[in-house]
């Protein structure tokens, strides 16, 4: 199967185990120079191959997550489905964006591979406490994003790795906290290892995000500013998580705009 078409077929897969089988096919696929021979016909994928659990609701309808043991759970669960999702947005750059350079596909099945060990814990996790993936509901913002980013290759590496998932390292610490007073060490173990790969994933949306910039000749922080009121509507909200930021190559130019997005409208 070429790479697009693995891609593809990993992207729809709603079986868990077949998915991750498929994933492992492409961790050790040999991406050929020359992927023009590779390409597939790209179609809009509304909703990526799940299990039928957990059902989907909007954000309002999502579990309350207090601090009791069954809210940790919740909240736990709430990451997992972050996880899986995290696994078909990767396939979904792989697949869609068919115009990229060699290391670009290298670096998407990374992300794929770490996504779906991040997955793995995580649902070990809560199987080694009495429950399952699928056991709440769960919302869908993050592969909402993803479709409205399917138009273009920039705006996807702008809105997903570099907003939702660079959220995912603000947020983090606060998260870890709340899993350690809890007494949680698995799960801060494992969050550990999530926020350690996140920062390498937001760094690949970096680096590609700054890669077609210069080759479009656009500015950057400019290009990104337009690209978040038209899909976010407002800034973005902090606290920023400004080391793990900065560990993941936002640039201090990009970290000033994102603290005061109000400078550079007056420039
Ligand atoms: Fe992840």
């Given at each position: 199967m070429?790479?697009?078409k693995?891609a593809y077929?990993?992207?729809?897969?709603?079986?868990?185990e077949?998915k991750?089988l498929?994933?492992?096919?492409?961790?050790?696929?040999?991406?050929p120079?020359?992927?023009?021979?590779?390409?597939v016909?790209?179609i809009?994928?509304?909703?990526?191959?799940?299990?039928?659990?957990?059902?989907?609701v909007?954000f309002k309808g999502?579990?309350?997550r207090?601090?009791s043991?069954?809210?940790?759970?919740?909240?736990?669960?709430?990451?997992?489905?972050?996880?899986f999702?995290?696994?078909?947005?990767?396939?979904?750059?792989?697949?869609?964006?068919?115009?990229?350079?060699?290391q670009y596909?290298?670096?998407w099945?990374?992300?794929?591979?770490?996504?779906?060990?991040?997955?793995l814990?995580?649902?070990?996790?809560?199987?080694?406490?009495?429950?399952s993936?699928?056991?709440?509901?769960?919302?869908?913002?993050?592969?909402?994003?993803?479709?409205?980013?399917?138009?273009?290759?920039?705006?996807?590496m702008?809105l997903?790795?570099?907003?939702?998932?660079?959220?995912?390292?603000?947020?983090?610490?606060?998260?870890r906290?709340?899993f350690k007073d809890?007494?949680?060490?698995?799960m801060?173990?494992?969050?550990d290892?999530i926020?350690k790969?996140?920062?390498?994933?937001?760094?690949?949306?970096n680096?590609?995000?700054?890669?077609?910039c210069?080759k479009?000749?656009l500015?950057?922080?400019?290009?990104?500013?337009?690209l978040?009121?038209?899909?976010?509507?407002?800034?973005?909200?902090?606290p920023?998580?400004i080391?793990?930021?900065?560990?993941s190559?936002?640039?201090?130019?990009?970290?000033?705009?994102?603290?005061?997005?109000e400078?550079?409208?007056?420039?």
């Open positions: 070429s790479l697009f693995l077929e990993a992207l729809i897969c709603n079986d868990v077949r991750i498929l994933i492992n096919d492409l961790k050790k696929y040999h991406i120079l020359d992927i023009n021979e590779l390409k016909k790209v809009k994928i509304p909703s990526p191959g799940r299990p039928l659990k957990p059902s989907l909007d999502t579990p309350k207090d601090r043991d069954l809210g940790m759970i919740k909240n736990i669960h709430a990451i997992c489905h972050i996880e999702n995290s696994i078909n947005l990767a396939l979904d750059a792989i697949y869609r964006f068919q115009e990229m350079p060699h596909y290298a670096d099945i990374r992300v794929a591979k770490e996504e779906t060990i991040h997955f814990l995580i649902k070990d996790f809560l199987e080694s406490v009495g429950h993936y699928g056991d709440f509901d769960a919302h869908n913002g993050l592969w909402q994003m993803t479709v409205d980013t399917d138009y273009d290759v920039l705006s996807r702008a997903v790795p570099r907003v939702l998932e660079a959220r995912g390292l603000d947020v983090t610490p606060r998260i906290k709340k809890a007494n949680l060490h698995k801060v173990e494992i969050l290892i926020f790969d996140e920062i390498g994933h937001v760094k690949i949306g680096y590609w995000y700054q890669y077609l210069h479009r000749d500015d950057p922080i400019k290009t990104f500013d337009l978040i009121k038209k899909h976010i509507g407002s800034n973005l909200r902090g920023f998580n080391e793990a930021r900065l560990l190559n936002f640039s201090q130019n990009e970290l000033d705009y994102l603290e005061h997005p400078l550079l409208e007056t420039n």
